[in-house]
C-alpha cells in the first residue's frame, strides 16, 4: 500500500467535488458492488471516505479493515444523517473500554 493515497466511495454526483481536489473515487452499485470495491481498496489507500449510505451495507467489513490496514471515514448522506457520528461514537467507546488510563 503506498502512503498518502486517498479515496472515495459513493455514487457519482457525490464523486465529484473529491476528484476535483486530486482524490481517486470510486462510484458503487448496491452492498455487493461496495463489499467488494472496500476490500479492493483497503490494500492499495491508506485513507478512505465512504457515504453513509454505503457504509451501511459494510459496518462489519470497515471495523475489520479499521483494525488492519486502512482508516475508513464515514461521510454523511445528508444533513439530516446521523450514522458516521453513531459509528464514530462505538468506535471512541471501544478505544476506552480497552485502555486502562488510571
Do not use: W
Not at 486530486?22 to 471516505?49: A, C, M, N, P, W
Not at 457520528?85 to 473500554?97: D, F, H, P, T, Y
Request: hydrophobic letters at 40%.
Amino acid at each position: 500500500m503506498e502512503k498518502n493515497k486517498v479515496a472515495v466511495i459513493g455514487e457519482k454526483y457525490m464523486l465529484d467535488m473529491f476528484k476535483l481536489a486530486g482524490v481517486d473515487g470510486y462510484e458503487v452499485y448496491g452492498e455487493e458492488d461496495t463489499r467488494k470495491t472496500l476490500l479492493e481498496l483497503s490494500k492499495q489507500y491508506s485513507l478512505i471516505f465512504i457515504f453513509s449510505n454505503f457504509a451501511r451495507f459494510a459496518s462489519d467489513l470497515i471495523d475489520e479493515i479499521n483494525k488492519e490496514y486502512s482508516t475508513i471515514c464515514i461521510l454523511p448522506t445528508n444533513s439530516f444523517d446521523s450514522y458516521p457520528m453513531q459509528r464514530l461514537n462505538e468506535q471512541a467507546s471501544k478505544i476506552m473500554m480497552g485502555h486502562n488510563f488510571s
